[in-house]
């Protein structure tokens, strides 16, 4: 277990909708990743936010959106989806030193119909 | 972005053989890190880097640090069926600030 929650842990949803998926990091944690990984694929990085405040941004389409609240939870929200949205989406938390070691929760696997 | 080119995309070996995989990019890194995403699972941290030229081990597992720090290499010694999964590289750039991860090897371990 890393101490990272992530729900839903499925969801099925139709083209055009919009979900969120929500992730509560290690206790202590200040960062907070988010990555998207397809089928067969690697881990694309999307978003990093750090004590409220995003600090990385990468492969994130204008469709989606992230934010971390005070108590350091993040959600990541995903509008007018499409087929090709369906994936696994994680999100991983990190102390206050960034050494590379990212905790990673189960993922939300998100399929698109 | 910054592109980690991970090598090879899979592999299927038998029990007891050893394993190499590498990861290269055209970017410098000052960290070096190598994950393991079992089925069902996030991705779950075997080995960390810092310093050009270093070689770690963890286990049977042994990882370097590239002296160019633009790659580095994972070794498994005498494989085991637990061993099956996926093996990203992963590379935290100069201001720390995001880690980009190699699309994966995928190991397959006949008993």
């Known amino acids: 277990d890393s101490g990272v929650t992530q729900t839903p842990k499925h969801l099925i949803t139709a083209t055009g909708q919009r979900v969120t998926l929500r992730c509560s990091p290690r206790?202590?944690?200040?960062?907070v990743y988010w990555y998207q990984q397809s089928l067969d694929q690697g881990l694309q990085f999307l978003i990093q936010?750090?004590?409220?405040?995003?600090?990385a941004k990468g492969n994130i389409l204008e469709r989606f959106s992230a934010q971390q609240f005070p108590d350091l939870h993040s959600e990541l929200n995903l509008s007018s989806l499409e087929l090709g949205d369906s994936a696994l989406y994680f999100c991983?938390?990190?102390?206050?030193?960034?050494?590379?070691?990212?905790?990673f929760g189960e993922g939300s696997r998100l399929t698109v119909l | 972005g910054q592109q980690l080119n991970q090598s090879p995309q899979s592999m299927f070996i038998q029990e007891g053989e050893d394993v190499s995989m590498n990861c290269t990019s055209s970017?410098?890194?000052?960290?070096w890190l190598w994950y393991k995403q079992e089925p069902g699972e996030g991705p779950v941290l075997l080995i960390a880097?810092?310093?050009?030229?270093e070689l770690t081990s963890n286990g049977r597992l042994t990882a370097q640090f590239g002296i160019t720090r633009k790659d580095s290499f994972l070794n498994i010694s005498a494989s085991i069926p637990s061993d099956v999964g996926i093996y990203f590289c992963?590379?935290?750039?100069?201001?720390?600030?995001?880690?980009?991860f190699g699309a994966g090897t995928r190991l397959t371990v006949k008993p």
């Open positions: 991983a938390s990190s102390g206050l030193v960034t050494t590379g070691e990212l905790f």
């Open positions: 880097l810092y310093k050009a030229g």
């Open positions: 936010y750090y004590n409220g405040e995003e600090r």
């Open positions: 970017s410098i890194f000052n960290t």
């Open positions: 992963a590379g935290l750039s100069r201001n720390n600030n995001d880690m980009r």
């Open positions: 206790s202590g944690d200040l960062s």
